[in-house]
């Protein structure tokens, strides 16, 4: 069974949106602090928006304000709103569940964002 499976992301034109999904089992879901990251040609994967173990959700700086990160909790499921996209935004984007025992650490599939005029 895939840990997670995710959903979204796609091709738009600058000041566009696009959102994800990212489904996880109920174990994993409930046992670790889920996020969503991203890694652009020739850079580093980076954190763009996750929740802390306790809770608190971080983002990026060059994320704040235009993109939001949700979940629901009955549906097992973390939440991706990407908004007033922009050219630097595109990468691949990735779910991530990291256990808050330290036991695992789960990545979606990657899913392209490209956005261009």
């Known amino acids: 069974q895939v840990p997670l499976v995710e959903s979204g992301g796609g091709l738009v034109q600058p000041g566009g949106f696009l959102s994800f999904a990212c489904v996880a089992s109920?174990?994993?879901?409930?046992?670790?602090?889920m996020g969503w990251y991203r890694q652009a040609p020739g850079k580093q994967r980076e954190m763009v928006a996750g929740?802390?173990?306790?809770?608190?959700?971080n983002y990026a700086d060059s994320v704040k304000g235009r993109f939001t990160i949700a979940r629901d909790n009955a549906k097992y499921t973390v939440f991706l709103q990407m908004n007033s996209l922009k050219p630097e935004d595109t990468a691949v984007y990735y779910c991530?569940?990291?256990?808050?025992?330290?036991?695992?650490?789960?990545w979606g599939q990657g899913t392209q964002v490209t956005v261009s005029s």
């Open positions: 929740f802390t173990s306790g809770g608190r959700i």
């Open positions: 991530n569940a990291a256990a808050r025992s330290g036991s695992y650490d789960y």
């Open positions: 109920a174990f994993v879901f409930s046992t670790s602090a």
